[in-house]
């Protein structure tokens, strides 16, 4: 598969705490990459790195190279506003606008000056569609967001970056705070997504893992130990560390 996003050598420091140590990782355009590992091994570090968002945070030191489409997103001179529409990120729980519906999902194409204000409405609906969510808020695109059920503040999120129209979606374990049947909804969601998008997912879910992405990789303690198709990560790991953390003996 071709290559959307890669890492080379990359290093990350807190202050003095060494997050990420040297990784080396391929990420695959329109493919689902899971990033698997136990708390604290560096998935959300890693996550982060990807649109720079690990910048907002004081103290933060990197090293190495992060490539999109072969482009360097650490060199001198890069637009953060522009990489961050490019290459969105959703969090581990849903965080709306205290907006209405509409809003939220005008609000990046606004202030990105992707859209003018005639054309707006049509791309909160097509935005809204894409999520499945046009038929069940068309109505009440004035309704505030924050009163939404959980699960579909999650797909307006994901509406909202898709409004942008970016190149790759980033999710950190999107499914977190929801329950199994919106859990299974956000996951068909996804799959349906990456027809159109590079998706790479922070989870702790193995059984998600294995039933929506195309790679995976595992971190363990800031180290890339192991990545490649799902289906051979699972059962035929290549490292003793990623069985035993699969298997549940670990982590």
């Excluded at 997103?73 to 969090?91: D, M």
């Excluded at 990545?227 to 790991?237: C, D, H, K, L, N």
Aim: hydrophobic share 40%; charged share 25%; net charge positive.
């Amino acid at each position: 598969m071709v290559a959307k996003l890669e890492t080379r050598g990359l290093d990350l420091w807190y202050g003095g705490f060494h997050a990420l140590k040297g990784v080396s990782l391929s990420i695959s355009e329109r493919a689902i990459t899971a990033i698997i590992g136990p708390s604290g091994c560096g998935k959300s570090t890693l996550l982060r790195v990807f649109n720079r968002m690990y910048e907002v945070t004081a103290g933060v030191r990197v090293k190495g190279e992060v490539l999109l489409d072969g482009a360097s997103i650490l060199a001198n001179g890069t637009e953060v506003a522009a990489l961050r529409a490019r290459v969105g990120l959703v969090f581990q729980r849903p965080n709306p606008f205290p907006l209405s519906v509409f809003e939220n999902v005008a609000y990046g194409p606004r202030i990105h000056r992707r859209a003018g204000s005639s054309e707006l409405p049509g791309r909160v609906e097509s935005s809204l569609r894409r999520t499945g969510l046009w038929e069940l808020l068309k109505d009440r695109l004035d309704r505030s967001a924050l009163s939404l059920p959980l699960e579909q503040q999650q797909r307006l999120c994901i509406s909202r970056l898709l409004a942008l129209e970016p190149e790759v979606l980033l999710l950190d374990e999107p499914c977190s705070a929801l329950d199994p049947i919106a859990t299974a909804r956000i996951e068909e969601l996804l799959v349906e997504l990456k027809a159109r998008y590079t998706i790479v997912i922070v989870t702790h879910n193995m059984q998600q893992a294995a039933r929506i992405s195309d790679e995976a990789a595992y971190l363990l303690l800031g180290e890339l130990v192991e990545r490649g198709e799902t289906q051979a990560i699972f059962t035929r790991p290549a490292d003793r560390r990623t069985e035993a953390y699969i298997s549940g003996r670990f982590g």
